[in-house]
């Protein structure tokens, strides 16, 4: 079985920092493509960084230049580092997860990830 637990959110304000962490487990870690997800209220889920199984990054326009995601196989964590933060960022943030392939969807679509956390709160107010 697989899990992720995210861990990391908070409350900032704006321009503020903030750094999330997701371990997974029941998994080698490695081998699967990884990404955050979020999903404010009303809205539709939006990925906005992921990461390949080979390291390989992307990111979702509205969030370049100011996240980054990043892994460490050693500690078995993925992160999601955000700097500058506006208060469109805020949101409830999940780390997501599939194995090797993207079940045939973009690696930005939501339907591409097969694993999800249980999400963790960001809020960015003036």
């Known amino acids: 079985q697989v899990n992720l637990v995210e861990s990391g959110g908070g409350s900032v304000q704006t321009g503020g920092s903030l750094r999330l962490a997701c371990v997974p487990s029941?998994?080698?870690?490695?081998?699967?493509?990884m990404a955050w997800v979020r999903q404010a209220p009303g809205k539709a889920r939006e990925v906005v960084a992921t990461?390949?199984?080979?390291?390989?990054?992307s990111y979702a326009d509205s969030v370049k230049g100011r996240f980054t995601i990043s892994k460490d196989v050693a500690k078995n964590t993925l992160y999601l580092q955000m700097n500058s933060l506006k208060a469109e960022d805020s949101a409830m943030y999940y780390c997501?997860?599939?194995?090797?392939?993207?079940?045939?969807?973009?690696?930005?679509?939501?339907?591409?990830?097969?694993?999800w956390g249980q999400g963790t709160q960001v809020t960015v107010s003036s």
């Open positions: 990461i390949d199984s080979r390291g390989s990054l």
């Open positions: 997501a997860a599939v194995y090797r392939s993207y079940r045939g969807q973009s690696p930005f679509s939501p339907d591409a990830y097969a694993y």
């Open positions: 029941g998994y080698i870690f490695s081998t699967y493509n």
